[in-house]
């Protein structure tokens, strides 16, 4: 199927959008907390050690203290993956990373919480802690978790293909070394839950900045060990997630344990610092890739190793680690993959699921290695990509489906409109271009936690007001997944938008769904709405086929008119037909589902699961860059994306979400990256952790290409992920094209450039000197 | 039973805010941002940040942006704070919060209230900004979602028109 622009159609702005703008919209810290506590944590103050004694009884003597927890008052595990959950809210008789929580107080006000924290004593044993991966890992290291050898918390060996006979069959093999720092989500809400036990009812509700409601659901009931019926989780307005709500996170836990304690509604706001401590994102990365190709540039065979520093907890690393080897397949044609990767513990805050979860710091290195063997070879780096583009329908080695692929298309849009061409090789000095592909999965599609269940529900209610309602678990963090219900079900009814109100993310009210991750919420609950309008519009059509004493299949609906026949003389209005509807059923509630076939849940191989998806996103970016040789200040210049999302349901949301992945690559590409002085996080705050400004953002010039996949919700596959990874590549080879240095690490700070031209003139020197001699 | 703290001083502090003038208990050390937030219920100034880093939390002070969190309320005495709740007229918003609205310039909104009132700061001395200037302005105000393009879109989309 050949792609198509998709840019003749606007968008519609987010229908919560106005409530934003007018700044009425209600996060969690906006909510009414009338008579709250205030919640706050105390923190571990070293790296590892065992805690000998915990005292809180001059806390708890302090005037307007009323709760205090300690990792005594929970017992139990809590984690995303059901074979990995080794954390508890707060430590019990070990502490692993610093800030770790250890005890929790609930009082009158945020002054007295903290003189409160200051009084409970803390007695430790250090262990020697282990702050790089190395380190972990060496022989006598002390484990950080008594069941994984090694600090290694997962080792994967995949291989496909026969490897040796590719390399063998390559005219140029080469290897190199790529090392990318760890990062941050740096979501501009800080963390925050408020939490109300009533001790009459046994019930608790908690409002908080989750993307997974129904996780959350689950683990508060394992912790606290409450019945799930006792528990209702409401998400409020979200100020971005990006994966740091991805899985539940301590303080949600300790909110609620604080609420049960002190039999009452606890509030906790995360300082900005205690929110980056909390993590869970993008682990720092060593990466060492090895290629094979042919004259014409064909790929023969890849081998990567991939060693991930994951931190004190499992959280989400066996499947981080998963993905980076998935990942390498399933954009290219690549005959023979080899993949070994390493998640290794640390004494530092977990890693976790972070945009484009897995798979980036492999493209990087990947897509900078192509560009260095095509230079060698003397190929143009779009003639790379176009030979060993991938044809669908197909299936990779490791099992993974590729029904829709708009990857060339990409490529001919970002080539031309960045007057590749032209330009190349023709840049001014320190000025350069450079490009790179990458993809994305349109959600996993295999659920974290298995049931059997359809992967999406969505319920729809219509009632005498003539209006539906939308009913779905999916969280709207921002990425604008709620207007995408409504288009959906608009759409599918033939009725205006404004006729759709959705609620999204209430347990007690939304059906199950797990949640915004993997970008799956497009193509699974997209499908699942479509799924309930239709079922929806069966119900109407046979209630107007019955007032119109006409045969069902007669009724054509468009605009919200129902008729006999296209262009018929007797018609009903939407609102006519909703009547006639009710009159036979009362108000009217219809469900729609959708399930992930299993032939799409990926490889049979141990860790198949992770990389299956019905269908991948696709970009090409070209990247225009400065490089200061004095300086070592890269500026960026423009951006030319294509994004192949299958098809746009709302090209102005995916023109917003492609402009914001390329530009969260661009932060871990130029200057993002977290920092520990033994342990302790150097970058906590904004002006530590440096995130682009709007001086150093470049224009982004997003281009949408619709390959209409046969599976997704009118052809749709995900627009949220897929390009990012694609922009710390592109800016390193364009680097490359300005100056003439490789850069082996990632962010591109001026310290590292300058280092890089260093060591560049260095070799350049004796290499000369070689020839002189 | 748990007394008030009698640590900070308390004093009057008369105000204007979205054009009406109020009258309120402050103590000495209360930021302007708990005034507005917690006292005069105005939560669409957000916190992002341990302070003076985010610009989420952008007001303006006798049409001036500042930064509430870093601005103690009473130094605010007899003074005029607009935030994002006072530029909507009769419910309406105003064409820089439809441009924020229609050209997406929002996505999850939390940065949103401190960028538009930076914004509009903007657009009141200057009404045709050029992209640079726009940079200028907003150069404190951090956004993580929309990698700044419709921002951008958003100010030029009212830049030149009547308020």
């Not at chain 1, 198509?4 to 968008?11: L, N």
């Not at chain 1, 997962?154 to 093999?173: K, P, S």
């Not at chain 1, 060990?225 to 990006?242: A, H, L």
């Not at chain 1, 560009?371 to 990509?385: C, N, S």
């Amino acid at each position: 199927m050949t792609a198509a622009f998709a840019s003749s159609r606007p968008g519609v702005p987010l229908i919560d959008g106005i409530d934003k703008v007018l700044g009425r919209a209600r996060y969690t810290a906006d909510l009414d907390r009338a008579g709250a506590l205030v919640g706050r944590i105390l923190r571990s103050p070293i790296a590892h050690g065992e805690i000998v004694r915990i005292d809180t009884a001059r806390a708890r003597a302090l005037d307007g203290v009323i709760a205090i927890v300690t990792g005594a008052d929970c017992d139990k595990t809590y984690g995303v993956l059901p074979i990995a959950m080794n954390e508890y809210p707060m430590a019990r008789d070990r502490v692993r990373y610093c800030g770790e929580p250890i005890a929790a107080v609930a009082a009158v006000d945020e002054e007295t919480a903290q003189r409160a924290l200051d009084l409970i004593d803390v007695e430790f044993r250090a262990l020697p802690a282990y702050f790089i991966s190395k380190d972990a890992r060496a022989p006598d290291a002390v484990l950080l978790h008594a069941n994984k050898p090694g600090n290694v918390e997962r080792e994967v060996h995949h291989d496909f293909g026969d490897i040796e006979a590719g390399f063998a069959a390559a005219d140029l093999v080469r290897e190199h070394r790529v090392s990318c720092a760890e990062i941050n989500h740096a979501q501009i809400e800080p963390h925050a839950c408020l939490a109300d036990f009533d001790p009459v009812t046994g019930r608790l509700t908690v409002q908080d900045v989750s993307q997974v409601v129904y996780y959350l659901h689950l683990m508060l009931a394992r912790c606290l060990d409450m019945d799930e019926s006792q528990i209702r989780v409401i998400k409020p307005f979200v100020g971005g997630g990006f994966g740091a709500r991805v899985e539940v996170l301590n303080f949600e836990i300790v909110t609620a344990l604080l609420a049960r304690a002190a039999g009452g509604r606890v509030f906790m706001q995360l300082t900005r610092e205690e929110t980056f401590i909390t993590h869970r994102a993008r682990p720092q990365t060593d990466v060492v890739l090895k290629l094979g190709m042919k004259k014409d540039g064909r790929f023969t065979a890849c081998a990567c190793e991939v060693t991930q520093r994951g931190g004190a907890y499992a959280g989400y690393g066996v499947v981080t680690i998963l993905y980076a080897g998935a990942l390498l397949q399933g954009l290219y044609d690549i005959p023979a993959v080899k993949y070994d990767g390493y998640r290794v513990y640390a004494n530092l805050p977990p890693c976790g699921a972070m945009r484009g979860h897995g798979g980036v710091n492999t493209r990087h290195a990947f897509e900078t290695l192509v560009d260095r063997m095509a230079r060698e070879l003397g190929l143009d780096p779009f003639a790379v990509r176009r030979a060993n583009l991938l044809h669908a329908p197909m299936q990779t080695m490791n099992g993974l489906m590729v029904q829709s692929y708009g990857l060339a298309e990409c490529l001919d849009v970002v080539e031309q409109a960045s007057g590749w061409k032209e330009r190349i090789g023709r840049m001014p000095p320190g000025k350069g271009l450079g490009m790179s592909c990458s993809h994305y999965v349109s959600g996993s599609a295999k659920p974290i936690h298995f049931t059997g269940e359809p992967h999406a529900v969505i319920h729809l209610k219509l009632d005498h007001d003539g209006g539906v309602t939308a009913l779905t678990g999916a969280a709207d963090i921002g990425q604008g997944s709620s207007t995408m219900v409504a288009i959906a079900v608009a759409e599918t009814l033939e009725v205006g938008i404004d006729r759709i109100r959705v609620i999204s993310s209430d347990t007690a009210v939304t059906p199950k769904d797990n949640g915004a991750y993997s970008s799956r919420i497009t193509f699974m609950v997209g499908n699942a709405a479509i799924d309930a309008a239709k079922n929806l519009k069966k119900i109407l059509i046979a209630a107007a086929a019955k007032k119109l004493e006409a045969h069902p299949d007669e009724i054509d609906c468009a605009g919200g008119i129902f008729r006999v026949g296209r262009g018929g003389q007797a018609m009903l209005s939407f609102k006519e037909v909703v009547a006639a509807a009710l009159v036979d059923e009362g108000a009217i509630s219809v469900k729609g589902s959708f399930t992930c076939p299993v032939e799409f849940q990926g490889g049979k191989h141990r860790g198949g699961a992770v990389g299956s998806t019905m269908g991948f996103s696709y970009g090409a970016q070209v990247v225009e860059t400065s490089v200061d040789e004095a300086t070592g200040m890269v500026t960026i210049d423009k951006v030319w994306v294509a994004l192949d999302c299958g098809h746009a349901i709302n090209p102005l949301a995916v023109k917003g979400q492609i402009e914001g992945q390329v530009w969260m690559g661009m932060g871990q590409a130029l200057c993002e990256e977290t920092r520990y002085l033994d342990g302790l996080p150097a970058h906590a705050s904004f002006l530590d952790y440096k995130m682009p400004t709007i001086v150093e953002s470049p224009h982004i010039e997003a281009f949408i290409v619709e390959s209409n996949d046969p599976n997704g919700p009118f052809g749709a596959k995900e627009a949220s992920e897929g390009a990012l990874a694609g922009f710390p590549p592109a800016m390193v080879n364009a680097i490359v094209n300005a100056i003439g240095v490789e850069l082996d690490e990632i962010p591109a700070t001026p310290d590292r450039v300058l280092e890089a031209i260093v060591q560049h003139q260095r070799k350049v020197k004796l290499a000369q000197k070689k020839a002189r001699s | 039973m748990h007394e008030p703290s009698a640590q900070y001083k308390k004093r009057l502090l008369r105000i204007k805010v979205n054009g009406r003038w109020r009258e309120d208990a402050v103590a000495d050390g209360c930021m302007l941002v708990d005034y507005l937030r917690d006292t005069a219920g105005l939560t669409g100034v957000k916190t992002g940040c341990d302070g003076g880093e985010c610009g989420a939390c952008t007001v303006l002070l006798d049409g001036l942006p500042v930064l509430a969190c870093v601005t103690l309320a009473v130094r605010c005495e007899g003074r005029s704070v607009e935030t994002i709740e006072g530029l909507a007229a009769q419910g309406r918003p105003s064409r820089l919060q439809q441009a924020f609205h229609e050209k997406l310039g929002a996505q999850c909104g939390y940065c949103t209230p401190g960028m538009v009132m930076a914004s509009e700061a903007l657009l009141r001395r200057n009404p045709t900004p050029t992209d640079d200037e726009i940079r200028a302005a907003l150069a404190g105000n951090l956004c993580r979602c929309t990698g700044y393009v419709k921002i951008i879109e958003s100010v030029k989309a009212v830049a030149g028109l009547a308020p």
